[in-house]
């Protein structure tokens, strides 16, 4: 079964950085897009960056220039770097992947960005 993993949130302050992970398991990997999706209380989750098989990227307006999506397929891991951290960045990021038409979510980590 298709099993995403995430690691590497917490708590940081404005400006710093952070590098989230996604281990990834159940489907060949190496052939599909991943992506990071990020959810503020109360509001909805949105497409924060995505990868494809050949490592084309796009990335969100709001994070542009400060995140970067990258991925391992050695080692089955998508990443998300986190540069120059905002308070508004502050969310649970979730890895997902669209197999044979179906979405597959990770349990989500939370990333906190307050000094």
């Known amino acids: 079964q298709v099993q995403l993993v995430e690691s590497g949130g917490g708590l940081v302050q404005p400006g710093g950085s952070l590098r989230l992970s996604c281990a990834a398991s159940g489907f060949i990997f190496s052939i599909y897009v991943m992506h990071w999706y990020c959810q503020a209380p109360g509001k909805q989750r949105e497409l924060v960056a995505a990868i494809t098989a050949g490592g084309r990227t796009s990335y969100a307006d709001s994070v542009k220039g400060r995140f970067t999506i990258s991925r391992d397929n050695a080692k089955n891991t998508v990443y998300l770097q986190m540069n120059r951290l905002k308070p508004e960045d502050t969310a649970v990021y979730y890895c997902?992947?669209?197999?044979?038409?179906?979405?597959?979510w990770g349990q989500g980590t939370q990333v906190t960005v307050s000094s």
């Open positions: 997902n992947v669209v197999v044979q038409e179906a979405d597959y």
